[in-house]
């Protein structure tokens, strides 16, 4: 499966934007709404035309666990809508599959153009998942609010939040502080089904395999840059840990 990339710079995303408007207009729509908003694919291609025309809003609610999301469209989103949907139905679908026909694009489908469009223009990491994490990079540059995204995505953990949008957190925005209701959220992560538990295990077994990988004469001078920079980062990350849990403790009293 080819790993999928937020699109960061505003010159390719232009491009890429202007390749899908001269592919078909209702892929450019699809992408715009998608990067606006963070709705899923799927959830795209399953609006009708009486939910977006004739608005400049879009108000939508994000996946299970009920996000709601206000989206404002632009002036050019707006006149191709307009354009698009001139003459059609309100129950209609919006993102329809054949000029013609009565069903929406299929998934596979609308993938097939995202990935063509990306091509053209020279850019290979691109796929269904593009316009969520674009939305998502987009939303963590403007307000560094890695929390709000990991429970929009629903996330294990910010780790996993900050490799979907591509970017490395400093030690201080891994120990960034959060709130009462996160840290009760984590609470219960960490409890259910033992997962704490197994987690430090399998991060135990991690260790062991990679000191018993030291003694292995075959293993390059780059495989032990690799495992110093690791560790570094693992110690550093101990030494922060430490601190704020003594000055949360040290708060507490």
Same mark, same amino acid.
């Given at each position: 499966?080819?790993?999928?990339?937020?699109?960061?710079? @505003?010159?390719?995303?232009?491009?890429?934007?202007?390749?899908?408007?001269?592919?078909?207009?209702?892929?450019?729509?699809?992408?715009?709404?998608?990067?606006?908003?963070?709705?899923?694919?799927?959830?795209?291609?399953? =609006?009708?035309?009486?939910?977006?025309?004739?608005?400049?809003? =879009?108000?939508?609610?994000?996946?299970?666990?009920?996000?709601?999301?206000?989206?404002?469209?632009?002036?050019?989103?707006?006149?191709?809508?307009? #354009?698009?949907?001139?003459?059609?139905?309100?129950? @209609? &679908?919006?993102?329809?599959?054949?000029?013609?026909?009565?069903?929406?694009?299929?998934?596979?489908?609308?993938?097939?153009?995202?990935?063509?469009?990306?091509?053209?223009?020279?850019?290979? #990491?691109?796929?269904?998942?593009?316009?969520?994490?674009?939305?998502? &990079?987009?939303?963590?540059?403007?307000?560094?609010?890695?929390?709000? =995204?990991?429970?929009?995505?629903?996330?294990?953990?910010?780790?996993?939040?900050?490799?979907?949008?591509?970017?490395?957190?400093?030690?201080?925005?891994?120990?960034?502080?959060?709130?009462?209701?996160?840290?009760?959220?984590?609470?219960?992560?960490?409890?259910?089904?033992?997962?704490?538990?197994?987690?430090?295990?399998?991060?135990?077994?991690?260790?062991?395999?990679?000191?018993?990988?030291? #003694?292995?004469?075959?293993?390059?001078? #780059?495989?032990?840059?690799?495992?110093?920079?690791?560790?570094?980062?693992?110690? @550093?990350? =101990?030494?922060?840990?430490?601190?704020?849990?003594?000055?949360? @403790?040290?708060?507490?009293?």
């Amino acid at each position: 499966m080819n790993w999928v990339a937020p699109i960061k710079d @505003e010159e390719t995303l232009r491009q890429y934007e202007e390749a899908l408007l001269n592919t078909d207009p209702k892929y450019y729509i699809l992408f715009e709404i998608g990067v606006g908003t963070g709705m899923l694919l799927q959830e795209i291609l399953q =609006l009708k035309v009486g939910d977006v025309r004739g608005k400049k809003e =879009l108000k939508i609610q994000l996946g299970s666990r009920s996000v709601h999301r206000h989206f404002h469209m632009s002036p050019e989103l707006i006149r191709t809508i307009e #354009a698009y949907t001139d003459g059609r139905g309100n129950d @209609e &679908w919006l993102i329809r599959g054949q000029t013609n026909g009565g069903m929406p694009l299929s998934r596979e489908q609308a993938y097939r153009a995202l990935r063509n469009a990306g091509r053209s223009i020279g850019l290979e #990491a691109i796929g269904a998942q593009t316009m969520r994490k674009t939305f998502a &990079w987009n939303y963590y540059q403007t307000t560094g609010d890695i929390s709000y =995204l990991q429970a929009l995505l629903n996330h294990a953990s910010p780790t996993i939040t900050y490799r979907y949008i591509g970017e490395k957190p400093g030690m201080e925005k891994v120990m960034l502080k959060r709130t009462p209701a996160e840290n009760e959220r984590s609470r219960y992560r960490i409890f259910k089904d033992g997962s704490g538990r197994k987690r430090l295990q399998a991060i135990r077994d991690a260790m062991d395999t990679l000191e018993a990988d030291m #003694a292995d004469p075959s293993r390059n001078d #780059a495989y032990f840059g690799r495992l110093e920079l690791l560790l570094t980062g693992i110690e @550093e990350l =101990l030494d922060q840990f430490r601190v704020e849990t003594a000055r949360g @403790e040290s708060e507490d009293e």
